[in-house]
């Protein structure tokens, strides 16, 4: 069983800046961790995901050059830095947690989740 707590969401204009955090009960070295996002009426989408153990991240194509995944093993938390943020990029943002076996950016893929944090950009 893994806790993960999100914080970090918030309200910024076009082009701003947010990082989000994600604080897990188990030690982040061994699992897949990944950020995912879901908008009213849309379907849940990976974000990005760190695999441990390799230094190999994937992103979305929607976010790539502007979105970076981290995490810092002896805190237990996995960040996600964003920049350059567009109104599209609106939406609850997600962390989730899986084995490494099935560290992709397929939201299916993962058995926990934890409540999200809101992010919102304006125009």
């Given at each position: ?45 990976g974000v990005a995901v760190d695999v441990p153990g390799g ?69």
């Open positions: 069983q893994v806790q993960l707590v999100e914080s970090g969401g918030g309200s910024v204009q076009a082009g701003g800046s947010l990082r989000l955090s994600c604080a897990a009960s188990a030690y982040t070295a061994r699992i897949c961790v990944g950020w995912f996002r879901q908008a009213p009426g849309k379907e849940r989408e230094d190999r991240t994937m992103y979305g194509d929607s976010v790539k050059g502007r979105f970076t995944i981290s995490r810092d093993v002896a805190k237990n938390i996995v960040y996600l830095e964003m920049n350059d943020l567009k109104p599209e990029d609106t939406a609850m943002y997600y962390c989730a947690a899986e084995t490494p076996v099935s560290c992709t950016l397929v939201p299916e893929m993962f058995l926990y989740w934890g409540r999200g944090t809101q992010v919102s950009v304006s125009a």
